[in-house]
């Protein structure tokens, strides 16, 4: 690392995998009352397991974005960061807000509006604390000696993640006019701000791991992004076909959620490019590694599985089936806890000045995941589309299908654990690094 | 070939072009024709309370509604239409945790209020008449109609 300061960055990744190796548990809770073993009904009933994994997942990803910016937004404007301090109260203050909400949620305290279930009152310490956050990075990069396109496409991305916050905190009697509002956070983050942050971060280990010109990686960051609200805007559309809006929301989410994909097209050959581009001379391939996987599982997970229920005519039978869930996996992965992982395994070896990079333990890592996650994906789409047939074309009762389908599951929950194997392993080599040092610091 | 200025550019006027027409559209959604397609006349005190019931219980956690929620439990969308009101109410009023014995599922017992329970029915009724553009799509056979049996 080149200052001081970002060294922070490390409490919010160790934050982040903790809470992500919770979110897991939820998982296999849920993926257990799927087969019928609802056990822990009682305590852990499958809503509360459900908006615990869920909010959990996004909670670890924004505190991998913030641990990113708090790497990347200091070197990239040459300078401290503002206020490590005030840092530390923003990451402790987030876990305390996190705990508590994730507490309530085993205590019937939520609001019962997917993906958004934190209560209002919790939802403005959140907005209190993204504030701080953003104030920290605005000042280091006011005072930085450059402003550079990597370090605003990120900032950008991460001060429009703060702003979409707000439509989801306003109360409607109207419920179709509660969802409307609400996709404007959840579909405007995953598939607009947040492939900004994507896209800076995969800008910054681009510029880092290759050594391809910046100007050239950053001319391919602005036609990404482009791409990116081009299509995604007017595709949150495609939430809205049938919640009871006006029916021109069927072609226009239709038309512009369909080029969705070639946002993620763009980031996968941009990122493949670049790398046969490049020296091939940096030693840390595991960061390599991760960073080319993002790029490529994202355009499977998020592309690919997204455009194939994003036309109106597919997803009026797939619409709220698992079908849904078998893309959120892939999706979720793939574009934002893989880039995540790649900016951990890029900093680790950075902030310590050790090296456990490219060892067979990160290899096995990589893989591993990958394999289970490809596992759940397709137990997911082998479900949902049974479910699909029998009970939107069929007709055969909802429950009843449920029944049918049970045997999936269990491969669901086999390959779950495949998974969690190699996420374990990616923990592991996460604590050989230790903690950071200021030994570790590198004079240009 | 394409400069970075030109590639700056290209991103800024799509994200304002693109923003501006998506803000125009929610207005003509949201403003001028949500009351009508969800019948917004309709939406009564008692349906909004059931909806807060809804909301304050994370139905949604298990159920789909309009298609949105989780895949744990039944759409709900048309569920008035389906199983009548009575079904509905024995199955919020029930003291014990409802659910088919051949899946292994339960849902919450929350042994709800007649009141609460008509809230909750008022509200579906409303969700039920929404135009929804086809949604829940009619299955092309029917292969079969199961009676649940109330306990
Ligand atoms: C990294 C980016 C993405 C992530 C993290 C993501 C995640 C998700 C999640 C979690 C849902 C479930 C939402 C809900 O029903 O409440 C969803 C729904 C959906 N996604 Fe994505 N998605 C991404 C990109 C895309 C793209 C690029 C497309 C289209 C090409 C797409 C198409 C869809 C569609 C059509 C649905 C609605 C499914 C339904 O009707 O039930 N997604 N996505
Ligand atoms: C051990 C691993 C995991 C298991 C067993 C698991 C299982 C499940 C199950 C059963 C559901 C609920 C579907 C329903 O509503 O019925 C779910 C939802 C979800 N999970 Fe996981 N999960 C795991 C890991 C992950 C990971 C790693 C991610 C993201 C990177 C993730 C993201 C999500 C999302 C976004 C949803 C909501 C999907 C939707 O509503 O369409 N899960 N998970
Ligand atoms: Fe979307």
Same mark, same amino acid.
């Given at each position: 690392m080149k200052f001081k300061t970002q060294k922070i960055a490390y409490w919010f990744f160790l934050s982040a995998l903790m809470l992500f190796s919770l979110q897991i548990i939820y998982g296999f809770i849920m993926g257990f009352a799927h087969m019928g073993m609802d056990g822990l009904h009682d305590y852990i009933p499958f809503n509360t397991a459900r908006a615990t994994h869920t909010n959990l997942l996004v909670v670890w990803l924004i505190l991998g974005f913030m641990g990113a910016a708090y790497y990347i937004i200091p070197e990239e404007s040459q300078t401290e960061l503002y206020s490590p301090k005030l840092a530390i109260i923003q990451l402790v203050a987030f876990l305390i807000v996190g705990v508590i909400a994730i507490g309530g949620f085993h205590f019937n305290w939520w609001e019962g509006r997917k993906f958004l279930e934190i209560p209002r009152p919790l939802d403005f310490l959140v907005v209190v604390d993204v504030l701080a956050f953003m104030f920290n990075i605005l000042m280091t990069l006011f005072k930085g000696k450059r402003q550079t396109t990597t370090a605003m496409v990120l900032t950008m991305g991460l001060l429009f993640m703060a702003l979409l916050y707000l439509p989801g905190m306003v109360w409607f009697d109207n419920h179709t006019l509660d969802s409307f509002y609400r996709w404007y956070v959840v579909h405007l983050w995953v598939e607009g701000v947040w492939e900004l942050i994507m896209g800076g971060i995969l800008a910054f280990l681009l510029i880092k791991i290759t050594g391809v010109d910046r100007e050239v990686i950053e001319k391919w960051l602005y036609v990404i992004v482009g791409l990116t609200f081009l299509s995604g805007i007017l595709g949150t559309g495609h939430h809205f076909?049938?919640? %009871?809006?006006?029916?021109?929301w069927l072609w226009i989410g239709g038309i512009f959620s369909a080029l969705e994909p070639f946002a993620f097209l763009g980031m996968a050959l941009f990122a493949i490019n670049m790398y046969r581009k490049g020296e091939k001379k940096h030693p840390n391939k595991t960061a390599l590694q991760w960073t080319l996987g993002a790029a490529v599982v994202s355009f499977f997970g998020a592309g690919v599985l997204g455009a194939a229920h994003t036309l109106p005519g597919v997803n009026l039978y797939t619409? %709220?089936?698992?079908v849904t869930a078998m893309h959120g996996h892939m999706a979720f992965w793939g574009a934002y806890a893989m880039i995540v992982f790649a900016m951990i395994a890029y900093a680790m070896p950075n902030l310590t000045g050790r090296k456990h990079y490219d060892t067979n333990i990160t290899r096995y890592a990589f893989w591993i995941s990958n394999v289970g996650m490809i596992g759940m994906t397709t137990a997911f789409g082998a479900a949902g589309i049974a479910q699909v047939y029998m009970?939107? &074309? &069929?007709? &055969?009762e909802f429950m009843q299908t449920q029944v049918e389908i049970q045997s999936h599951f269990l491969v669901l929950v086999l390959s779950a654990t495949v998974f969690s194997i190699g996420i374990g392993l990616y923990i592991y080599n996460f604590f050989q690094y230790g903690q950071p040092t200021d030994e570790a610091l590198i004079k240009d | 070939m394409l400069t970075k200025s030109q590639a700056k550019l290209f991103f800024l006027a799509g994200t304002i072009i693109f923003s501006l027409i998506f803000l125009a559209l929610s207005y003509d959604t949201t403003v001028n024709q949500l009351d009508e397609i969800t019948h917004a006349e309709n939406l009564s005190e008692e349906a909004i309370k059931g909806r807060i019931i809804w909301d304050e219980n994370n139905c949604m956690g298990c159920h789909t509604l309009l298609g949105e929620g989780a895949y744990y439990a039944p759409e709900l969308t048309k569920v008035v239409e389906r199983r009548g009101a009575g079904y509905i109410k024995g199955a919020l009023m029930s003291p014990t945790p409802w659910g088919e014995h051949t899946s292994g599922r339960k849902m919450v017992a929350y042994g709800f209020s007649e009141e609460e329970a008509n809230s909750l029915v008022a509200f579906f009724t409303w969700i039920g008449e929404i135009e929804t553009n086809g949604f829940p799509a009619k299955p092309a056979y029917e292969v079969e109609k199961i009676d649940t049996e109330v306990e």
């Open positions: 076909y049938y919640i %009871g809006v006006p029916s021109y619409h %709220g089936t698992l009970e939107r &074309i &069929i007709g &055969i | -």
